[in-house]
């Protein structure tokens, strides 16, 4: 059981890492739809989280284990509720811990395109989806939002651009200053180019559609943004698998950025929310995490669900309020500890206004500590594992 754990733990880990990584469906995804237990990821994080999760699972095989005692058996399985226990009463006492209360004076409108992605880089919508976003996000409520949150890639037009049809200046700009609201800020995904080099960009604008802060997506998606060894796997067909006119360039990675009328935020574009102690830099933290993506090519199916169920770990692990807008959904706000507050229905167009939870007060354990907390228990389940293979083989010697 213990070598298990520890094994699965180290393959999670390596899974996450090792070129470039993809921590999909982590096995301590299966505890968001439970609150109190989820928050064991604010302890050890994800990947952790995992490692204790397996321990819990395959303890029952312990009944079956013919090299112990039965007094032992029943002790393994003993440990393993108690674990189980210690974990979700931790988690229920820090969740009555929360403080309930939103960010003073910020109110959000996230919204949700629902733009079909066979239609998302057609040349001939591109002012059909840049009025889209606009009518969407001045519909009724607009006067009592501070900020706006469209998703990844949001719209064809740029803020920077080597091509000056592609380029939001002048009659562009004057009515994409009317979906700023007066007290805060627009936050969008767009598309940014300069000097033959392409990035996947989030925008802060401010009033009169001017760009106060970008951030670059520095994690990007093998084969989908770029492609590894291209000079070599192109000789035998191999291209991107999604839209693509070349490879982008990577930013420089996590980072805080500055919101007028809002606490600094650490954007995070599409699949960078999946990488558990990757999602907010640690010299300067943010007051909350915000993950626009572009989900529409997963169509409807789970990929979505999984998608947002990772993101939300992401929030328990760091102690910071989620906001996540996407083009397809899933459109939604958690708190700090990874509780869902308001939601959009997946494939729907729509705003979601809504509030933002606060951080918690200090940086979780996790945030703090990392991985080097999932290295002791990985240490300690093999030194357990080794230990009881020990005994047993002294046991069955003396006898």
Excluded at 33 to 53: N, S
Excluded at 166 to 190: K, M, N, Y
Aim: charged content about 15%; some cysteine.
């Amino acid at each position: 059981v213990f070598a298990l754990a520890a094994g699965l733990g180290a393959a999670e880990w390596l899974r996450g890492h090792l070129f470039t990584g993809f921590p999909w469906n982590l096995v301590a995804t299966s505890w968001v739809d439970l609150a109190p237990m989820m928050q064991g990821a604010a302890l050890v994080g994800a990947y952790g989280l995992g490692c204790l999760t397996v321990i819990i699972a395959a303890a029952p095989v312990l009944l079956w284990e013919p090299g112990l005692a039965r007094s032992h058996r029943w002790l393994g399985l003993g440990a393993a509720l108690v674990l189980l226990a210690g974990l979700w009463v931790w988690g229920a006492e820090r969740l009555a811990g929360a403080d309930p209360r939103p960010v003073e004076g910020v109110r959000l409108r996230l919204v949700q395109g629902n733009i079909e992605q066979t239609l998302k880089w057609d040349a001939s919508r591109r002012e059909q989806t840049f009025a889209h976003y606009i009518a969407l996000t001045r519909r009724p409520g607009f006067e009592t939002v501070t900020h706006v949150i469209w998703p990844e890639t949001a719209i064809d037009y740029r803020f920077v651009s080597d091509y000056p049809a592609a380029l939001i200046v002048g009659e562009r700009q004057q009515r994409i200053a009317t979906a700023i609201p007066a007290a805060g800020a627009l936050v969008l995904g767009a598309i940014r180019d300069q000097n033959r080099q392409w990035f996947n960009s989030v925008h802060v604008v401010g009033q009169g559609g001017t760009v106060r802060a970008t951030y670059d997506k520095y994690h990007l998606v093998p084969f989908g943004e770029y492609v590894p060894l291209r000079w070599l796997l192109r000789r035998i067909g191999v291209e991107q698998i999604a839209h693509g006119f070349g490879d982008y360039s990577a930013g420089l990675g996590p980072a805080t950025v500055p919101v007028p009328a809002a606490p600094s935020m650490s954007p995070l574009v599409c699949y960078e929310a999946i990488f558990p102690g990757e999602v907010a830099t640690r010299r300067e933290r943010p007051g909350w995490l915000l993950n626009v993506t572009n989900d529409a090519w997963f169509g409807l199916t789970s990929g979505p669900y999984q998608h947002f169920a990772s993101a939300r770990l992401r929030a328990v692990e760091e102690g910071l309020p989620l906001v996540r807008a996407a083009n397809t959904g899933i459109t939604a706000v958690t708190d700090a500890y990874g509780r869902v507050r308001a939601r959009l229905a997946i494939m729907s167009t729509a705003v979601l206004d809504a509030e933002l939870p606060r951080a918690t007060p200090q940086p979780t354990f996790y945030a703090r500590l990392g991985d080097r907390a999932l290295l002791v228990l990985l240490l300690l389940g093999l030194l357990l594992a080794v230990a009881i293979d020990l005994r047993h083989f002294a046991l069955h010697n003396h006898r």
